[in-house]
């Protein structure tokens, strides 16, 4: 299958939730039913949290796509939800995917930070740390109920100190561009010094997916690109969004967890 193609996955206790497969090869999954960060662009967390998923459910995503004819070659948790809220589960997911030889990825805001410390150390195949922001008022805007941003950037300085260079690559930090609020070099400037110390680093320049009756929006592409050249500028490793996430069915803030017979609504 070489588009993305997303789709509703019935849990036993009458919710379901949503995962997408990028084209690319990437199957998306969901690590809870909804999400109790509240960042305010997000459809996926908009209603709150119901509950944690299982590790059988986590899997019940995989099979899923299976069913749908869908062989993906690597799975990343960046669906709905905040995985280090569920951490168990997804540690022990990440062991059984490891143990099939799986690589799979994760999506976080980064907390509770003890258990983004935990994370950072084990075999992932890449952690993208979800920041949004350089301004701590900006972050805390963006990601309401998430960790503060300078315990943040110590775990993350302290944990990157102690890793090889090949596994700092695994590390990521991503960005959601929204227009107005964070698109200034005024609020990547404040990030800068972790980039100059950790060059490996990778910053993801995300644009937003419309969500119906959202406020966000993303800049022009004219003014990402402005972005990118003068990051660039400051020895950033900045990547735009790749194309299978900008498709209409790719995204993470674009899926929903449901009650089924009800899915407009809980
Ligand atoms: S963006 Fe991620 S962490 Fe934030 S509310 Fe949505 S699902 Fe939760």
């Not at 509240?38 to 459910?57: D, I, K, M, Q, T």
């Not at 669906?79 to 099939?100: K, T």
């Not at 110390?197 to 990402?224: G, I, K, M």
């Not at 069915?249 to 967890?257: Q, S, V």
Request: with cysteine; glycine share 8%; charged share 15%.
């Amino acid at each position: 299958m070489s588009a993305n193609h997303k789709f509703l996955v019935p849990l036993a206790d009458g919710l379901a939730v949503e995962s997408v497969y990028y084209g690319s090869g990437t199957l998306c999954l969901s690590s809870q039913a909804g999400c109790a960060v509240g960042c305010p662009f997000c459809a996926s967390g908009s209603r709150g949290l119901l509950r944690n998923l299982s590790v059988a459910e986590l899997w019940a995503q995989v099979e899923a796509a299976h069913a749908l004819g869908i062989k993906p070659r690597r799975l990343t948790l960046s669906g709905i939800g905040e995985p280090l809220h569920n951490f168990a589960a997804v540690r022990e997911f990440l062991a059984n995917c490891r143990s099939l030889n799986l690589p799979l990825s994760l999506t976080t805001t980064g907390s509770p930070t003890a258990h983004f410390r935990r994370m950072i150390l084990l075999p992932h195949n890449g952690l993208m740390l979800s920041l949004h922001a350089g301004c701590a008022v900006t972050h805390r805007r963006l990601i309401p109920r998430g960790a503060e941003l300078g315990d943040l950037l110590s775990v993350l300085e302290e944990s990157l100190s102690g890793l090889s260079r090949r596994r700092r690559r695994k590390i990521g930090i991503n960005y959601l561009l929204l227009a107005g609020i964070n698109d200034s070099p005024a609020e990547f400037a404040e990030l800068l010094p972790l980039f100059q110390r950790f060059p490996e680093l990778t910053l993801h320049l995300l644009a937003c997916n419309p969500v119906p009756e959202s406020a966000f929006v993303s800049p022009d592409s004219a003014h990402v690109d402005e972005l990118h050249v003068w990051l660039s500028a400051q020895g950033v490793n900045a990547r735009r969004a790749n194309a299978w996430r900008v498709q209409a069915e790719g995204g993470c803030g674009t899926l929903f967890a449901h009650r089924l017979g009800n899915s407009s609504d809980w």
